[in-house]
């Protein structure tokens, strides 16, 4: 049984590596692989009621994150619709590639650590194709939006999947987290950006102002609130998961409902056909629904994994096979960038006992760093880089090519600073 649904699980990884050598969509092969590798687990279990039910508990944890993802990105969508991102657009007049790139990161490192990785990957793609029209450009920069998102989520408890697993888990601490993971987070960011920007020469050629698909002309006001609701939405969706103790996806259903009642009276004069294209269920057309299939075939798939206690023994094996347990954790980072680093975070969890390692051991620090930045090695590794690869159609084997090794870079000088650091202080 684990021989096959490894086989399949590799098979489809493969398909969707060369997705466009084979000419089909990366979604077909990842829902393929979701599908099939539960359908092995089926056939071998003989307690189908037991099955059933630990495909419900794993599809609850899977809707969370394909509800959260579809909301961010309705949210994104409807502040473009009324040219929000003009306004930040407009102010980022640098159009040297060597200091748009540290402007971009930057940005991105900070926006990351106050919002999530995910959406503030999906923000600032949107803004990106506002800035730069030429692709390969615009990919590079995409390439580093991806790394300095995942490095900025790691420093706080609300900035990446992961580092909220440990922090609701109660191995590790809001304070903490940030004064310990804050340095090699910027770390993982800076040395890649410093490589990138020695490569980069001239200037980007801003994308031009596209012709309104509707006739509705947003004014400065209504940008700005736009703009502004939608920002807030977004950030107030860690704080209404701390007060209501809900998961996150509510907090942007309940956003996504709010600006909904809100464009409704904005454009309850006009004409219908006119506000069609900048209302939000206009938004809700031009989210990428392929992105989202995508996520759920391939977590799907990584849920078999986890059921199958594939993922527990590759633990298991790394524990016996390495031994020394920062490599044990710098290897589950790297494993993050093929596999999906929350059910590897998980089976972490397990196999380390709280009693043994308490609250900020150094033990659950390092893997929130491993966890959360070594998914930036492999564009499918991460939330971040896959909302990227699915927004902008990048290609797996050419962020392999450009992308990788810095990445791969900076999170060894990321690890390399959190040791210094632990030893030190």
Not at 145 to 170: C, E, K, R, S
Not at 253 to 261: H, P, T
Not at 370 to 380: D, F, Q, V, Y
Not at 390 to 410: C, H, P, R, T
Request: charged share 15%.
């Amino acid at each position: 049984m684990t021989t096959l649904i490894v086989t399949v699980f590799v098979i489809g990884y493969i398909a969707i590596a060369m997705e466009h050598s084979l000419h089909v969509n990366k979604t077909a092969p990842a829902l393929i692989a979701g599908v099939l590798t539960w359908a092995i687990y089926s056939y071998f279990t003989p307690d189908k009621a037991l099955l059933n039910i630990e495909l419900l508990e794993h599809m609850g944890d899977i809707s969370s994150i394909l509800f959260f993802l579809f909301g961010a990105m309705t949210i994104v969508e409807l502040i473009d619709a009324h040219d929000g991102f003009e306004l930040v657009t407009d102010k980022i007049q640098q159009t040297e590639k060597r200091k748009l790139i540290w402007t971009i990161s930057i940005l991105t490192f900070f926006l990351s650590a106050i919002l999530d990785n995910l959406t503030t990957t999906i923000v600032m793609v949107s803004l990106l194709r506002k800035l730069i029209a030429d692709k390969k450009d615009r990919l590079r920069f995409i390439g580093m939006v991806v790394i300095a998102a995942n490095a900025g989520g790691v420093w706080t408890p609300i900035g990446d999947v992961t580092t909220t697993m440990l922090w609701i888990g109660g191995q590790i601490s809001s304070a903490d987290t940030i004064m310990y993971l804050f340095l090699p987070a910027l770390a993982t960011m800076i040395i890649p950006a410093g490589i990138l920007s020695l490569r980069m020469k001239g200037k980007v050629k801003r994308s031009p102002l596209l012709e309104k698909e509707s006739k509705y002309t947003p004014n400065k006001k209504q940008k700005r609130n736009m703009l502004v609701l939608g920002v807030l939405t977004l950030i107030s969706v860690p704080a209404f998961k701390y007060f209501t103790h809900l998961p996150p996806f509510m907090g942007m259903l309940l956003g996504v409902g709010v600006l909904w009642v809100y464009t409704d009276y904005l454009h309850r004069k006009s004409n219908p056909n006119d506000v069609k294209k900048v209302s939000l269920i206009g938004a809700m057309h031009r989210v990428d629904m392929s992105s989202i299939l995508f996520f759920l075939g391939i977590l799907l798939a990584v849920a078999a994994l986890e059921v199958s206690h594939v993922l527990v023994n590759v633990s298991l094996w790394l524990e016996t096979a390495i031994g020394n347990q920062r490599l044990i954790v710098m290897a589950i980072g790297v494993l993050s960038s093929i596999v999906d680093n929350v059910p590897l975070v998980a089976a972490a969890q397990g196999m380390y006992d709280i009693a043994q390692y308490p609250m900020n051991d150094q033990l659950w620090q390092f893997l929130a760093y491993c966890a959360g930045t070594g998914g930036s090695i492999l564009i499918i590794g991460s939330a971040a880089g896959v909302a990227a690869m699915g927004m902008e159609k990048i290609d797996f084997f050419w962020y392999v090519k450009n992308i990788s090794l810095l990445a791969l870079l900076g999170y060894l000088a990321g690890a390399g600073v959190f040791l210094v650091e632990r030893l030190l202080f």
